[in-house]
């Protein structure tokens, strides 16, 4: 079936714009994640949705960072007035209501100028 | 918090060698343990895990061990061969619904034909 899917598959965007960062979890998967990924490093946690709510959004790195979740499918990542600092993988992930097992979607390469 | 630290950050072997990857973590309720697999350009694909009530876990030529008591384990790939070339991550997290990885910063392995 199909897997996790994400887009843009790479952005490109000037310093201080807003960018919107999409998500399409495996069909059925309550569960979703997203993660940041800088060069050469591992995966930092950002937020995770139960349904369509965040209870955990502790890994938000500042209030420019927002995200948002519909019909317990889609995800957006938003990022306001970007910074260099925001340029990363940013890896979106699945999972089944009892399952640990997360499935990983191929990222989002933003690149900040 | 979880931390997750991950050695060495790179590896080459021969092939037909085998590769180990070792891992600790800070946090002892944690207790799953899974491995992801990051080839260019793809998001992070989970080849083996193991929970903290067993200490070794094997499938086919990719064995994972854990001890509990020092907080630390590892991932043996034996008979590597070239396509085993990638990045490779470890994480721990507390396991069950709804949580999240903490990941190591990934290992480069490169298998020399």
């Known amino acids: 079936g199909a897997g996790v899917s994400q887009s843009p598959s790479n952005k490109v965007t000037e310093k201080g714009k807003d960018v919107e960062l999409r998500c399409d979890p495996i069909?059925?998967?309550?569960?979703l994640y997203w993660y940041r990924q800088r060069l050469g490093q591992g995966l930092e946690f950002l937020i995770y949705f139960q349904g369509n709510s965040a209870p955990d959004k502790s890994g938000l790195p500042s209030d420019r960072f927002s995200a948002e979740r519909t019909g317990e499918s889609v995800s957006t990542l938003t990022i306001q007035r970007t910074q260099q600092e925001d340029s990363a993988v940013y890896l979106c992930?699945?999972?089944?209501?009892?399952?640990?097992?997360?499935?990983f979607g191929p990222g989002t390469r933003l690149t900040v100028l | 918090g979880e931390n997750v630290e991950q050695h060495p950050s790179t590896l080459s072997v021969q092939e037909g060698d085998s590769a180990v990857i070792k891992c600790t973590y800070s946090?002892?309720?944690?207790?799953?343990f899974p491995w992801y697999k990051q080839e260019l350009g793809k998001g992070p694909q989970l080849i083996i895990d193991i929970r903290s009530n067993v200490g070794e876990k094997k499938d086919q030529r990719i064995a994972v061990t854990l001890n509990k008591t020092a907080k630390h384990f590892s991932l043996h790939i034996t008979e590597t061969q070239p396509e085993d070339s990638a990045v490779y991550f470890c994480?721990?997290?507390?396991?069950?619904?709804?949580?999240?990885?903490?990941f190591g910063s990934g290992t480069k392995l490169n298998v020399k034909p």
């Open positions: 069909s059925g998967h309550t569960a």
């Open positions: 992930a699945s999972s089944l209501v009892g399952s640990d097992t997360q499935y």
């Open positions: 946090d002892s309720a944690s207790n799953y």
């Open positions: 994480a721990a997290s507390i396991g069950g619904n709804f949580n999240k990885f903490y």
